[in-house]
């Protein structure tokens, strides 16, 4: 059986009379990427902050590589990195100064530190940049920098809070890869994000709204086993027809993509063809296909705030 690095009960998070995490709960095995997929405010940095042990949980379980949390959050910290949304390191301090601190921070010997620090350079390409100021750097070298300091003290953990908002494609490209290595070190890596393409190369995926896991499993498996239909259609009308097609309650949403219009169909319409064309709101000019669900797709639907439909979501995953 696999280990778990994160086992979560009923975790929920209030502030106020505001529910910001609402009875989550999470097993991610050791040595995978989880992913975090959520729109703003869904509750992804609460349940990240909760599982590091910064945030006290209003209910809920929470065991993180052993440690029973908040009790044990003394204990958890040497044993887990954190890289947040912002640029956390010191702007007025070099990349070499910044990289000191933290080693000082997590008590490495200076041997130690200048080991640890000729390896992360040259892993993470910082070397020419050593003595720069690192409010100077650009957006991939921030990034950079910011997972060499949060891997110094080799964690077994990494939580990464929406860590490539700053960076453009190739480098968000190239971090992955960097995050598949770590996790091949045997790293359990547990990340953010709002990008579909990031969403895709994790392991496994969880999708929450409103502090509420709504989809639970591999990108894969979720993309196969959606509960809805998806179809492709072209006409000469789109901007028209979408309008016509999100107001019927078999529709979840229409968007349109180039030359198309995307149009998820609740599971229960066993021939979409059919049913589009029944409409009578496709003309001799429409063309229409059925194509296979996108993350994005599995995405619109698990957040849906039409609620008949977010209740045939939490079928993904029984
Ligand atoms: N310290 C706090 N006090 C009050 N409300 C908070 C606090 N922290 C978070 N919240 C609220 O909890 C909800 C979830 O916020 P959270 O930052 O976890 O979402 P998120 O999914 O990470 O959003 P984003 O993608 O925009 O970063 C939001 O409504 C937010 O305003």
Known sequence: MTELAIEASNLTRKFGAMTAVSSLNLQVDKQMIYGFLGPNGSGKTTVIRLLTGLLKPTAGEVNVLGCNLPGDAEKLRRQIGYMTQ??????????????????????????????????????????????????????????????????MHKPKLLFLDEPTSAVDPENRREFWEQLFDLCDQGITI???????????????????????????????????????????????????????????????????????????????????????NSTKM???????????????DVFVLSTSSNLSHQSEVHQVKP
């Open 282 to 296: 496709i003309n001799a000019k429409t063309e229409m296909q059925t194509v296979r669900a996108s993350l994005e």
């Open 190 to 276: 547990l990340v953010s994000t709002h990008y579909m393409d990031e969403a895709e190369r994790c392991h496994k995926l969880a999708i929450l709204k409103n502090g509420v896991k709504c989809a639970d499993d591999s990108p894969d498996r979720l993309m196969t086993n959606m509960p809805a239909k998806v179809v492709e259609v072209s006409s000469n009308n789109l901007r028209q027809l979408k309008q016509q097609l999100i107001i019927l309650p078999e529709v979840v949403s229409a968007s349109q993509l180039g030359a198309h219009l995307r149009v998820l169909l609740t599971n229960d319409i066993v021939d979409p063809m059919a049913f589009l």
């Open 86 to 151: 912002k640029f956390s390191l010191y702007d007025d301090l070099t990349v070499k100064e910044n990289m000191q601190f933290i080693a000082r921070i997590y008590g490495l010997t200076p041997k130690e530190q200048k080991a640890r620090h000729d390896e992360l350079m040259s892993i993470y390409q910082l070397t020419k940049l050593n003595q720069q100021l690192s409010g100077s750097l650009s957006g991939g070298q921030k990034q950079r920098l910011a997972l060499a300091c949060a891997v």
